[in-house]
């Protein structure tokens, strides 16, 4: 039998307590670089979603004047892409009935924010921009791009003056943006900012009477997307984003939200938005 020595028993425990510094570290410097990772990434999650109204009555946003040539249409979105993404196939059916579109991509697409150390953010933004413009001729628009750095996004006045020049000059009477108030859980900071700026933009404006969001959890009103290839067309204009596999992946999840936002409207494909009348007395 051998008593305890009680400079051994002292040294063990020093032993243990330094052990569970050591981890106590690594495990803060992990849980660090996660949450570094989630501030530094462009995407922000709702926790907190707002209820979708219930009931959410179908609205009609007079689709017979947005169906008639000369009708004026802005469409403001955040990236190069994003027309295409969310809203394809229904901008061309609005310029074969001859509404006049205006394209307003509030960013330069250059990713210069988060992928600057793997990618040439000029090359990116000139490559997006180009693709933009090509596929926007399928819908005749006039594109504006307001060349704001992309991946952070500032809801500022100088954003909401800009988008409320472009509508004055367009004599816009239809404003379609992001939905920010009832968007994805999970959604590009860029989508939120420019969707509240031109939201409060289209607000100030007596030209709009109709704000249509896209992107949104809440659709009333939607486009019919039964012309698949046309949306795949639409999408494949943006080669440098969808490619191979990833057209593939994107492909999917437009055809999962046009047939999840069909089935709430009681059509068939659709790309779902959410319409508001405007009255500016
Ligand atoms: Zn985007």
Redesign the pocket.
Known sequence: MTDSNPDVELAKAAKRKKALKRRLFVYSAILGLIYGAFLFLPQQVDWNQKPIPNPNPKVDPDSRHLFSPGTRVLVV???P??AE?YLGAGLVGLHEKGAEIRLVVCTNGDKGYYTRLFTNSERNAEVRQDEQLKASLQYGADVVFLGHPDGRLHKDEELVKEIKDQIARWHAEYVFCFDPEYPPKVS?Q??RRSGEAATEAAMQSPTVKWLLQFSTRAPNFGFDVSNWDLEIKMLSYHASQFHGKRLEMISNMVWENAQRDGEILGLGLAQGLRASRLDHS
């Open positions: 979105t955040a990236h892409d994003d993404f590009h860029d989508h």
